[in-house]
C-alpha cells in the first residue's frame, strides 16, 4: 500500500499539489481509499487520456520535477490495491470524471461519470477548488475474504504512513528548493523523517561528491550516524522502522528528491557491526532513469556497473570512521571513577593474563548460585572461556585493521534486551531497591556507560 500510494502522491506533486489528504476508511469491513490534491487538476481530454494504461513513453524528456515515467503509475498502483478505481477532477472550474471497474470491463470501455453523479461522491473540497480525487474501492488487497479487522486494518495505515513520511520526507520539509508538501494522512499531517538525523549534534555529514554518468550529473553524500546511546529511543524507533536500525544501513537512492529504495549496499560491502551507523544519499534525476534501470513502480534501481567501483571507495573510506564511533564505547580493562568491568587483566612476572571479573555482579550471582552443581559448572566454563581467549588471534587483527575490531551492542534495541535479560539478577543482587540498583547499574560495565539508555528504560518500566 504504501508504495501504491507514492505512485499516486508522485502525480500530485507533478500537478504542482500544495496539500495532498489521505483518507483511509474500513467502512464496516470494506475498506476505501479516496487522495485528494489541490494540483491544476485535468480537463476531461486530460483525465481520459491519463487512465489510459501507458499513457506516457518512458523515453520522452520530461521536465525536472516529473516523478512518473511510464504512464502506468496511477493505473497500476490502484489496481493492486482495488478492483474500482474511481478519478474525478477539477481544471477551470469544470468538473470530469471516470471510472474502471475490473468485474465489468464491457470490452474495455471506461466509464464517464456525469456531473450529478460526480457532485454525489466527490469530497465537498473538489467542488470548490481545482485538484484531482482518486477514490479505491473494492479494495481486495486490503481486506482478506471481503472483510478486514480493525487491528489488521490500523496496522497497515500505520505502517502506509511511516513509509511515506519517509519516502516524502524532502517534499515535507520543503528541502533543496522544492515546494513544501502538505500531507494530511486521515486528518493528521505527516511529519518529515530524516533518515540521516542532520539535526543532530553527533550526527557526522559528508562532503557532496559530484558524479557523472553519460555526461549527467548526479550526487551523493554519506553521513555517519550517531552512536544508539546519544539518540532517544523515539528517533531510533523512526530510524529503525520495521527490520531494525543494522538493516536500514546503506545507499538511499532519490530520483527527484523522492526516496525510491534505501537499506541496501548492492553487494559492495555486507550489512555488519561497522557498518551499521553509515547511510549514503544518492541523488540522480529522471533523466538517468535507463542507467540505473528504474522499474514501473519506481520502488527498485540497479546499481550502473560504472560506478560500483568508486562507490565502494566511498564505502571503504567510511568503515573506519563508522567504527570508531563504537570503539569509543567499548570496554576498558583499566576503569576509571571505581567502575566495575567485565573483564580484568593479571600481569606478573613479565606474564600478561585476562580473566573475567569475579567481582562483575552477574558473574557473583552465577558463583553464588544456591544449586551447588550449577555454581561449579560456572566456574569450570569460566576457566574454558579464559584458557581459550583469542589473545594472537585479536592482536592480529589489531595490528592489520584496528578500525575493525568492535564488541560493542550492535544496537539500542539489542544493548536493551540483553539489559532486560540481567535486570532480575541484578535487582536480586540489589536487594529488590530500585535505589540501589540504579546505583549499581551506574558503576558497572556495560551499563554504565550508556546511562541514558538505561535510565530511559527503566522509566519506561517505571522502576525510576
Given amino acids: 500500500m504504501p508504495s501504491a500510494l507514492a505512485d499516486l502522491l508522485d502525480n500530485s506533486i507533478k500537478a504542482k499539489a500544495r496539500s495532498i489528504d489521505i483518507l483511509c476508511l474500513r467502512s464496516d469491513g470494506e475498506p476505501e481509499v479516496r487522495i485528494l490534491d489541490d494540483g491544476h487538476g485535468m480537463s476531461e481530454e486530460e483525465l481520459c487520456d491519463a487512465m489510459r494504461p501507458a499513457s506516457a513513453n518512458p523515453d520522452d524528456e520530461r521536465a525536472d520535477d516529473d516523478l512518473g515515467r511510464f504512464g502506468w503509475g496511477m493505473k497500476s498502483a490502484s489496481f493492486s490495491q482495488c478492483r474500482h478505481l474511481t478519478v474525478l477532477t477539477r481544471k477551470n472550474g469544470v468538473l470530469s470524471g471516470a471510472s474502471w471497474d475490473l468485474d465489468d470491463l464491457a470490452d474495455w470501455k471506461m466509464a464517464i461519470l456525469e456531473p450529478c ?64 508538501l502538505k500531507i494530511s494522512f486521515n486528518g493528521g499531517l505527516l511529519s518529515p523523517v530524516d533518515p540521516f538525523l542532520r539535526d543532530h549534534l553527533a550526527t557526522q555529514d559528508g562532503p557532496v561528491e559530484h558524479l557523472e554518468l553519460e555526461g549527467k550529473p548526479f550526487n551523493v553524500q554519506a553521513f555517519i550516524l550517531p552512536h544508539f546511546s546519544k539518540i532517544s529511543s523515539h528517533d531510533h524507533e523512526k530510524l529503525g522502522g520495521e527490520e531494525g536500525f543494522v538493516r536500514n544501513q546503506g545507499f538511499y537512492i532519490y530520483r527527484q528528491h523522492r526516496l525510491i529504495m534505501h537499506g541496501t549496499w548492492f553487494r559492495l560491502v555486507r550489512h555488519g557491526e561497522l557498518s551499521q551507523l553509515v547511510r549514503i544519499a544518492v541523488n540522480i534525476p529522471n533523466s538517468l532513469d535507463a542507467i540505473w534501470k528504474i522499474t514501473v513502480d519506481k520502488s527498485e534501481a540497479q546499481l550502473p556497473s560504472g560506478l560500483r567501483s568508486r562507490l565502494k571507495e566511498i564505502v571503504k573510506g567510511l568503515k573506519g570512521q563508522s567504527g570508531k564511533v563504537f570503539q569509543s564505547r567499548g570496554g576498558r580493562i583499566k576503569p576509571t571513577d571505581g567502575k566495575t568491568p567485565v573483564w580484568a587483566k593479571y600481569v606478573r612476572n613479565g606474564e600478561v593474563r585476562y580473566y573475567l571479573n569475579r567481582e562483575h555482579p552477574l558473574i557473583v550471582q552465577l558463583l553464588e548460585h544456591e544449586n551447588a552443581e550449577v555454581a561449579q559448572s560456572f566456574t569450570a566454563a569460566l576457566g574454558v572461556i579464559e584458557d581459550c581467549f583469542p589473545a594472537i588471534s585479536i592482536g592480529e587483527d589489531f595490528a592489520v585493521r584496528p578500525e575493525m575490531m568492535n564488541q560493542s551492542a550492535l544496537d539500542r534495541d539489542a544493548f536493551v534486551e540483553r539489559l532486560e535479560t540481567a535486570l532480575p539478577s541484578l535487582l536480586a543482587r540489589s536487594e529488590g531497591s530500585f535505589q540501589k540498583l540504579w546505583e549499581l547499574l551506574q558503576v558497572t560495565e556495560p551499563w554504565a556507560g550508556q546511562t541514558s539508555v538505561v535510565e530511559e528504560h527503566l522509566k519506561s518500566k517505571g522502576w525510576w
Fill in 117 to 180: 453523479e460526480i457532485d454525489k461522491i466527490a469530497n465537498r473540497k473538489l467542488l470548490e477548488h481545482d485538484g484531482t480525487e482518486v477514490i479505491w474501492t473494492k479494495c481486495d488487497r486490503l481486506s482478506e475474504f471481503g472483510s478486514v479487522s480493525s487491528k489488521g486494518f490500523n496496522e497497515i495505515v500505520a505502517h502506509a504512513k511511516s513509509e511515506l513520511a519517509l519516502t516524502f520526507h524532502r517534499y515535507i520539509a520543503g528541502e533543496f528548493g522544492l515546494r513544501k
